[in-house]
């Protein structure tokens, strides 16, 4: 059976293309998904892509990747990265391998981004390559 990776998005990156795109370029979260998809299918894994403006919502996913046996999940927990302990004690809690990804280098910005929540728990981390960084986490993953 094929390796399913899921990748998360948290709030905000919906408006991915028309959002401060001179920080996080000018792809759409579609087209991060298509070009995704076609990364899976070169490394002969199955990825789940989805976002939500939810803290929630993030963490039931992250529930859903233990239960449904994901290899790993790649996270974008956007602002709540910063802020968020449910989503700390949610990956310690899953036991999948996390992956923090970034389309900027949060720690090259402003001071309250310095601190990560994710991080904390992530067996690995990809920031700073904008979309790219997505493709590069993927491979991280597949070489788990
Ligand atoms: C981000 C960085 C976060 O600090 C920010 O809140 C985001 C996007 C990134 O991908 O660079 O929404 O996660």
New binding site residues.
């Given amino acids: 059976m094929t390796d399913i990776v899921f990748v998360l998005n948290g709030p ?2 919906n408006l991915l293309g028309t959002r401060e795109p001179e920080i ?1 370029g000018s792809d759409t979260l579609a087209d991060i998904g298509a070009m995704l998809g076609g990364k899976a299918r070169e490394l002969g894994l199955e990825i789940d892509f989805r976002q939500t403006n939810h803290e929630g919502v993030l963490v039931d996913w992250l529930h859903e990747a233990r239960s449904t046996g994901a290899k790993a999940v790649l996270l ?1 927990a ?2 709540y ?2 802020t968020s302990v449910a989503l700390l004690d949610a990956i310690k809690a899953i036991g999948v391998p996390v992956i923090e990804v ?3 280098d ?1 720690a090259t910005r402003e001071g309250f ?1 310095h601190l990560s929540y994710v991080g904390m728990a992530a067996v690995d981390e990809v920031k700073g390559l904008g979309a790219r960084g997505y493709a590069v986490a993927l491979e991280k993953a597949a070489a788990l």
Avoid: K, M
């Fill in positions: 905000n990156l996080y974008n956007a602002a990265t910063h970034h389309l900027s949060p981004r």
